[in-house]
């Protein structure tokens, strides 16, 4: 069955026939926006044109306002991140120390070659 809905596959297919419904209408908009074409219908665009603009569109809003859309704005989208789980975290941790430490041993010993040598090479002072 999934074989049968591969584009170009099937000579059935209603949307290479040009014979689409509403229903073909519905999935022909959805696969354009799966496909990236536009998030939203010719005709949800001109609606959304035609609304009368909301306050916060329209009219000024206040700092206290403002700061209060940032915070709801800051809590929508910290919703959003997908939060690593103890184990996770700790591994990551553990990984970053060890990447750190690792640097520092070889900036270290490069920065006591390099001093080693310049002294070799101007004399040592004392």
């Known amino acids: 069955m999934a074989d049968n809905k591969r584009r170009g596959e099937d000579a059935d ?16 908009d959805e696969e354009s926006a799966s496909r990236g074409d536009g998030a939203t219908s010719p005709r949800s665009r001109a609606e959304s044109v035609d609304r009368p603009k909301s306050r916060t ?16 704005e800051v809590v929508a989208e910290l919703r959003k991140v997908i939060w690593p789980t103890r184990k996770e975290l700790l591994t990551y941790a553990s990984v ?31």
């Open 13 to 28: 297919d209603e949307r290479l026939n040009g014979e689409l419904g509403a229903a073909g209408d519905a999935d022909a």
């Open 57 to 72: 569109q329209g009219a000024k809003v206040g700092p206290f306002g403002r700061v209060v859309r940032f915070v709801r």
């Open 96 to 126: 970053v120390i060890v990447f750190v430490a690792v640097m520092l041993a070889i900036v270290a010993g490069l920065d006591l070659a390099f001093a080693e040598v310049v002294l070799w090479v101007f004399g040592n002072p004392s």
